[in-house]
Nanobody
């Protein structure tokens, strides 16, 4: 069955870096878009970044442009989110999801992982 499993979260100081991984199984990664979303405490979930399946087209939320990079390794069925220059406002649970379209909107995604917690604090 379709599965997405996030890992790589943790506690990091402001200005630090983390790399999140989204390990997928049960489908061909190059046929679907993968999105990263996050939910901060007390806030709604928001789209962070996404990458298309066929051509690897990417998109980013304005709040993370220039700091986050999404990549895909089809041979490992894994999508990564490299997060640099982290800020306290990046704190939240990060989810990856499989979608039919490359979008930062949740309604384009049907399968979700369980999430990994990122805490940016000194």
């Amino acid at each position: 069955q379709v599965q997405l499993v996030e890992s790589g979260g943790g506690l990091v100081q402001p200005g630090g870096s983390l790399r999140l991984s989204c390990a997928t199984s049960g489908f061909s990664l190059d046929r679907y878009s993968i999105g990263w979303f996050r939910q901060a405490p007390g806030k709604e979930r928001e789209g962070v970044s996404c990458i298309s399946g066929v051509h690897g087209v990417t998109d980013y939320a304005d709040s993370v442009k220039g700091r986050f990079t999404i990549t895909r390794d089809n041979s490992k069925n894994t999508v990564y989110l490299q997060m640099n220059s982290l800020k306290p406002e990046d704190t939240g649970i990060y989810y990856c999801a499989r979608g039919w379209i490359t979008s930062l909107r949740e309604d384009g995604y049907g399968y979700w992982g369980q999430g990994t917690l990122v805490t940016v604090s000194s």
